[in-house]
């Protein structure tokens, strides 16, 4: 039975969300901060066209005393042929992470899609400059996937001593990793200090 989504899903039904029921397949514990789960799709991929674009993400629904909870992920690895998805979760304390942590064979999840889209640049772009954290390495590395030619610069803002062996898809021929501990406004700063060079602003030199 799905989660009653209140009134962010009367919102959603107005702008013409479609809802779809997510079975799950199997997990995988990653790290101790980062959990994989694996689902059928219930039919989303074939409903937007079967043809999935970068960064291509949905609501997922989560119930927690009575009370629904949606939250955004990146679809991973679709596969719109097989109708599999895989959702990949930074673990905190959370209703999210609480359900990818339970999660096993069977259970079920309701997902809701709208308007998700992607334009790809044209020409494409000669280097990819990219910041993120684990929240977000779905997107990332749906981004690095699309431009497999393209060098890439990545910022990835790390927590954990076990955010090192984290899935980033880098290829070492033409990706830079560029990891930033957590804490204040580090990211911002590295990110700030760093980019006059990379893309050639006369005034870091």
């Keep these: 039975m799905g989660v009653a989504k209140g009134w962010e899903g009367v919102v959603l039904k107005l702008l013409r969300g479609k809802d ?9 514990q990653v790290t101790d ?3 994989r789960v694996h689902l059928t799709d219930g039919g989303l991929l074939a409903a937007v066209g ?15 005393e009575g009370k629904p909870h949606q939250r955004a992920y990146t679809l991973v690895d679709p596969d719109p042929a097989a109708g ?10 959370g ?24 334009t790809a640049p044209a020409p494409e772009p000669e280097r990819l400059l990219v910041i993120g954290d684990s929240a977000s390495l779905p997107a990332v590395n ?18 954990h001593a076990s955010d090192g062996d984290l899935p980033v ?6 990706h830079e990793l560029r990891r930033v501990a957590r ?7 590295a990110v700030k200090e760093q980019l006059p060079a990379l893309i050639g602003d006369p005034a870091s030199a």
């Design 20 to 28: 779809f029921t997510f079975t799950v397949t199997g997990a995988e």
């Design 33 to 35: 901060a980062y959990r």
């Design 50 to 64: 079967g043809s999935p674009h970068p960064t291509m993400w949905v609501r997922v629904w989560f119930e927690s």
């Design 84 to 93: 599999t998805v895989t959702l990949e979760f930074a673990l905190h304390d």
């Design 95 to 118: 209703v999210a992470s609480r359900w990818a942590r339970a999660a096993a064979p069977g259970d079920t999840i309701d997902a809701t899609v709208r308007g998700t889209g992607f």
């Design 142 to 159: 749906s981004l690095l996937d699309a431009y497999p030619r393209t060098p890439a610069t990545i910022w990835l803002e790390t927590q």
């Design 169 to 174: 898809r880098v290829d070492a021929a033409r």
């Design 183 to 189: 804490g204040g406004s580090a990211l911002v700063d």
